[in-house]
Each structure stands twice: as C-alpha cells, then as structure tokens.
C-alpha cells in the first residue's frame, strides 16, 4: 500500500521523485519489507520472493544517505513484483463461507468430541477439510475412520476377547460389534432392573445400531471402492457422525476406561 501511495504521488506531483524521506518514514519502509521476508521465508516456492525482500532491506538499512522517494518506489517496485510473480504461480482454491468454520478444525464436532477421542481429531479436521473444498467421498472416508475410534474405544471398554486374539486395531468391524453386544448382553444380563441398567442398555444399544448402520451404509462401500458420494449425501453423513460423536462422548472416551454406571 505504502508503495503504491509513492507511485501514485511521483506520477502526479511534479518533482515528488526527488524528495528526500524522512528517517522516520524510512524506517516504516524497512519494517514493511521485512515482514514481507518474514511472510515469504517459510515457504519454499516463495523463495526467490524472499531472497529479493532480504536484498532490499539490506539496501535500504545501508543506504548511509537519505533516499529519495523515486529511489524508495524502485526498491519497493521490485519487491512487489518478485511477490507477484511467485504468487502467479500458485494455484488456490476459494472455500464458500458457509463451510469457512470446516477448515482446519479438529473441533467441529465440538469440545466434548475433541477431549474424549483424541485419535480421531485428525480425521474430524480432515473430514471437514475434504468437504469445504468438495471431495465429498473423501470425507465419508475420514468420517468413517474417526467412527472407528470410537468403535476400538467401546470395545476396549467392555474388555473384548477377539476370534485368535486378535488386535483391536486389526480387528473388522462386525467382529467388534459383535464381541461387544455378546459381552453387553452378558454382563447386563445380570444386573437387576433399574436407572442403571436402563442407561446402560439404552447406551449400548444405541451405540451398537449406529455402528451397525454406519457399517452397512457407509463404511463397507468406501472403504472398497463401491461408492462415491454426493455433496448432499456428505452433507448428511457428517451431520449424523456429529450427532453420533455426541451421544458416544456423553459417557465413552478414548483409552478403554469403565463407565462407571453404578455412579451414575
């Protein structure tokens, strides 16, 4: 801007190009060019950008005179047109506004979410990330992922033996749904009617069918390559994840810690 104000102010002042700045203005100039090196340094492709503004301030810092305002506009001239040009070869891609809230948020599904399954947070974020920019399948790919985090949590919580003792983390979904309601009904099976045992079936129940429907639904086809997805079939995907996510962070958390439903 400052540069631009020089240009605009030589071409239509007569003998504005030879007017000696001031050391105060000066230093404003030098400040402005090195926040352009600082803006430029840390990425690679701005590096010639960079390397120009550097030069520059160097000049401008060890000019051992007073520069004229036609000196100031060259030097300034130049660093602008070393931005643009790294600039121009850039692609960027414009995100609606309505979906500038998704970008880089490992909270979308709120705080509750983001504390109790922190293994899903990458997948949350680039779940959101997928669907402001519209690769609607990819974020149906990143939500399942982050549904599994819950799934290992809840199979953790309830102690789950798998077939051959086999690894949580390696382990199909319907073998840990299925490990989990046996183990569900098992052990509630025992306990005697009340609040207690009406939570705790209404959670797991709950959180079993969603498991069950986000399997059939969703998970199955994109993790195989059956299926691609609609902005609007997305859009709804991760409205329901977000609502599941809310359900499951209400009592379960990651690391395979008892709900204590007795307390409750």
Not at 34 to 50: F, L, S, T
Not at 88 to 105: F, G, L
């Amino acid at each position: 801007m400052i540069e631009t104000g020089i240009e605009r102010r030589i071409q239509t002042e007569q003998g504005a190009a030879q007017i000696l700045v001031s050391d105060g203005f000066l230093q404003t100039i030098i400040l402005d060019v090195h926040n352009a090196v600082i803006a430029c340094a840390p990425y690679p492709d701005m590096r010639p950008a960079a390397e120009t503004a550097q030069r520059s301030e160097i000049m401008l810092r060890g000019s051992g005179r007073r520069l004229s305002l036609g000196e100031i506009e060259v030097i300034l001239r130049a660093v602008r047109e070393s931005i643009i040009a790294e600039l121009s070869r850039e692609v960027s891609i414009s995100i609606p506004r309505a979906y500038a809230d998704h970008v880089d948020n490992e909270q979308l599904f709120g705080g509750e979410t983001y504390e109790a399954f922190p293994g899903a947070r990458a997948d949350i974020r680039d779940a959101g990330n997928a669907l402001a920019v519209g690769l609607d399948t990819s974020a149906v790919f990143h939500l399942m992922r982050a549904v599994e985090v819950a799934l290992r949590a809840l199979a953790r919580e309830q102690r789950v033996r798998l077939p051959r003792n086999r690894p949580i983390e390696f382990a199909e979904w319907q073998d840990m749904i299925t490990a989990v309601r046996t183990n569900v009904d098992k052990v509630l099976g025992q306990w005697k009617r009340g609040p207690q045992k009406a939570a705790a079936l209404e959670f797991y129940g709950d959180l079993l069918n969603q498991f069950s429907g986000f399997k059939d639904a969703f998970r199955n086809h994109v993790m195989h390559s059956r299926k691609t997805y609609s902005h609007a079939e997305a859009t709804e995907v991760i409205a329901s994840v977000k609502s599941f996510f809310a359900r499951a962070s209400s009592y379960l958390a990651e690391g395979g810690k008892r709900i204590n439903w007795r307390s409750r």
